[in-house]
């Protein structure tokens, strides 16, 4: 699987080569992984979503 990201607002969005979309956004002092379905709004809720870590 390979995507690409750009940067929206506080969050990045990854678009995968399977039509998915993965974005990650920082909440206060958390980070939280959304995904969406392909064709699915990033507005609209997530397929499924958890919280992430970033790597130092």
Do not use: C, F, Q
Not at 25 to 54: H, I, W
């Amino acid at each position: 699987m390979t995507g690409s990201w750009k940067e929206e607002g506080n969050a990045a969005v990854i678009t995968w080569n399977t039509g998915w979309t993965t974005k990650i956004s920082k909440n206060g002092n958390r980070y939280e992984k959304s995904a969406y379905r392909k064709g699915e709004p990033l507005t609209g809720k997530p397929a499924n979503s958890s919280d992430a870590e970033k790597a130092k």
